[in-house]
């Protein structure tokens, strides 16, 4: 029995999220179905993180063990010609049998794209979120930085989240404009139902003047979800990668291509 590291890139308009759903198209199930065919036999696998219903992934981890013999490359090519066009393995590898795509992760990573254009993009539609109102991506860096450091993040949890606990440790928050987008950067240990969807709703607020920068950090202290802003579109966000310690010798995530 081999344990096998991929990473897959996705692009999630099409499905229900990541995890496997009875009643719809899931990328989880139609990554085993690929893995499955070219091992000749079921193939589960496991993931470092749950994305919801249109979230993307630039470089989401997974593993699977099988008895099936095939080399690195037998497994990439093979597995993306049974894969639609929009999922594919980006790379294959053997790992260590006591490695977890989900367990030995040390935090992940997501970004959140914003198009901020007076016109909206035919190219961008379901890949990013559109907002025409001219955002002041400086005030919402600024404004983000209160939600730096092992925190409760019930006031941007989900009302369906099923973590025990709403704490969670972000360790990098960042907003900057490229040209026309502006992009919430962010990294933590682990992420809540929705959690970085209601931090980007609420930082919009900061960034369209609705809002004092001071209030997100309120929003924080209150706990309370009815504070914060509004669940910002799936489309916008990504997952980029998760980080593993560098015994496990999986591949550096390139830098992310959007914007």
């Given at each position: 029995?081999?344990?096998?590291a991929?990473?897959?890139?996705y692009?999630?308009?099409?499905?229900s999220?990541?995890?496997s759903q009875?009643h719809?198209?899931?990328?989880?199930?139609?990554?085993?179905?690929?893995?499955s065919t070219?091992?000749?036999?079921?193939?589960?696998?496991?993931?470092?993180?749950?994305?919801?219903?249109?979230?993307?992934?630039?470089?989401?981890?997974?593993?699977?063990?099988?008895?099936?013999?095939?080399?690195?490359?037998?497994?990439?090519?093979?597995?993306?010609?049974?894969?639609?066009?929009d999922?594919?393995?980006?790379?294959?590898?053997?790992?260590?049998?006591?490695?977890?795509?989900?367990?030995?992760a040390?935090?992940?990573?997501y970004?959140?794209?914003?198009?901020n254009?007076r016109a909206?993009?035919?190219?961008?539609?379901?890949?990013a979120?559109w907002i025409?109102w001219?955002?002041?991506a400086?005030?919402?860096h600024?404004?983000?930085?209160?939600?730096v450091?092992?925190?409760?993040f019930?006031?941007f949890?989900?009302?369906?989240?099923?973590s025990?606990?709403p704490?969670r440790c972000v360790?990098?928050?960042?907003?900057?404009?490229?040209?026309?987008?502006?992009v919430l950067?962010?990294?933590?240990?682990?992420?809540?139902?929705?959690?970085?969807?209601?931090?980007?709703g609420?930082?919009?607020e900061?960034?369209?003047?609705k809002?004092?920068?001071?209030w997100?950090?309120?929003?924080?202290?209150s706990?309370?979800?009815?504070?914060?802003g509004?669940?910002?579109p799936?489309s916008?966000?990504y997952f980029?990668?998760?980080d593993y310690?560098?015994e496990?010798?999986?591949p550096?995530?390139?830098?992310?291509?959007?914007?």
């Amino acid at each position: 029995m081999t344990r096998w590291a991929a990473a897959v890139e996705y692009v999630g308009t099409a499905y229900s999220g990541w995890q496997s759903q009875s009643h719809a198209p899931s990328v989880q199930a139609a990554i085993e179905t690929a893995l499955s065919t070219v091992a000749a036999h079921p193939v589960a696998i496991a993931a470092a993180g749950r994305t919801d219903t249109g979230v993307h992934a630039f470089s989401q981890v997974i593993h699977f063990d099988t008895e099936a013999q095939r080399s690195a490359y037998a497994w990439l090519l093979g597995t993306n010609s049974n894969l639609p066009e929009d999922i594919s393995l980006r790379w294959v590898q053997p790992v260590r049998g006591d490695f977890h795509a989900r367990h030995s992760a040390l935090a992940r990573r997501y970004r959140y794209v914003i198009h901020n254009s007076r016109a909206r993009s035919a190219l961008l539609g379901g890949r990013a979120t559109w907002i025409n109102w001219t955002l002041d991506a400086e005030a919402m860096h600024r404004a983000a930085q209160a939600l730096v450091g092992e925190l409760d993040f019930s006031a941007f949890r989900g009302s369906e989240c099923q973590s025990t606990t709403p704490m969670r440790c972000v360790t990098d928050i960042g907003v900057s404009r490229h040209g026309d987008f502006v992009v919430l950067a962010i990294r933590a240990n682990a992420f809540l139902h929705h959690m970085v969807r209601n931090i980007a709703g609420t930082l919009i607020e900061v960034g369209q003047g609705k809002r004092p920068e001071a209030w997100v950090g309120e929003v924080l202290a209150s706990r309370d979800r009815t504070r914060a802003g509004m669940n910002a579109p799936a489309s916008g966000l990504y997952f980029v990668a998760a980080d593993y310690p560098d015994e496990f010798g999986l591949p550096e995530t390139p830098d992310f291509w959007l914007p």
